[in-house]
C-alpha cells in the first residue's frame, strides 16, 4: 500500500526514569559517607582519606550523647571536633548541624534546674555565656550528689583553667580522667585547656596510662 502523502513514521516511545530513580540518581552526587561505607550502589567515592579514627569516634560519642538528650556533654564532643580536626571537611560540616541542634536545646534552659542532665546543661550553657562562676557552682552541685560524674569534673577543670588556675584545672582533669578515659580525647583538642599547653603535669596527664580505677567507674554515671 503506498504511503498517504505528508503522512510521518510514528516516534519512537521515550521511556522516562521513575521520580524515585530520578531522586536517587541526584543524592548518589552528593552523598559522602563519613567512613567512606554504606555509599549507594555505582557510586564512586572521591579519594580523599577516611577521617582521622579519634576524631569519628568523638563525633559518635556526641550523637550518643544527643540520643540520651545529654546536649551538654554532646556539645562539649562536637566543640572538640571542629577545635581538633578543622581539616575533617565533611565531619566538620556534619558536626556544626548537630552542635546548632544541641545549643538551641542548651539555651532553653530550665528556670530552677534540678536533675543532674538539667544541671549540667545549665553549666554548660553558663559557660558557653561567660559565666564561669555559675558554671561552677551548678557543677558542684552536681558533685554533691554524684562525686564520680565525668563531665561535672571536666567543666570545673575549664572553669580554673579559664581562671589561670592552671594547678588546679590539672587536678580537675585527671579526676575525670580516672573516671572517663574517653576525657583525655576530648581535652586534648578543648580550646579552653589552651593555657595549660605548656605545662609539664598537663602533658604528662594526657600521655599518662589510664588509671586501673577507670573501668570501675566509667559505668557508674547516672544517665
Not at 552526587?29 to 554504606?38: D, E, H
Not at 579514627?53 to 540520643?67: C, L, P, T, W, Y
Not at 590539672?170 to 578515659?181: K, R
Request: hydrophobic share 40%; proline share 8%; aromatic share 4%.
Amino acid at each position: 500500500m503506498a504511503k498517504r502523502a505528508g503522512s510521518r513514521p510514528p516516534k519512537p516511545e521515550v521511556r522516562r526514569p521513575s521520580q524515585s530513580q530520578a531522586v536517587a540518581k541526584a543524592a548518589a552526587k552528593v552523598i559522602a559517607p563519613i567512613s567512606g561505607r554504606n555509599s549507594p550502589v555505582g557510586y564512586q567515592a572521591p579519594s580523599a582519606p577516611p577521617p582521622a579514627s579519634e576524631a569519628v569516634s568523638m563525633f559518635q560519642r556526641g550523637m550518643e550523647a544527643m540520643q540520651r538528650h545529654a546536649y551538654a556533654d554532646a556539645a562539649r564532643a562536637f566543640q572538640a571536633i571542629l577545635m581538633g580536626f578543622p581539616g575533617e571537611r565533611t565531619l566538620v560540616e556534619r558536626t556544626r548541624v548537630y552542635l546548632a541542634l544541641c545549643e538551641r536545646e542548651l539555651n532553653r534552659r530550665p528556670v530552677a534546674p534540678k536533675t543532674i542532665e538539667e544541671r549540667l546543661t545549665s553549666a554548660t550553657a553558663a559557660l558557653n555565656n561567660g559565666n564561669d562562676a555559675e558554671a561552677a557552682e551548678l557543677a558542684r552541685s552536681v558533685l554533691g550528689d554524684d562525686p564520680k560524674h565525668d563531665l561535672a569534673l571536666y567543666l570545673l577543670a575549664v572553669v580554673h583553667a579559664r581562671r589561670g588556675e592552671a594547678a588546679a584545672a590539672v587536678d580537675w582533669l585527671a579526676q575525670a580522667m580516672d573516671v572517663s578515659p574517653d576525657v583525655r580525647a576530648q581535652a586534648r583538642h578543648d580550646v579552653d585547656f589552651q593555657s595549660l599547653r605548656e605545662l609539664e603535669s598537663f602533658r604528662q596527664l594526657l600521655d599518662s596510662p589510664v588509671s586501673a580505677r577507670s573501668d570501675a567507674h566509667r559505668n557508674r554515671r547516672p544517665r
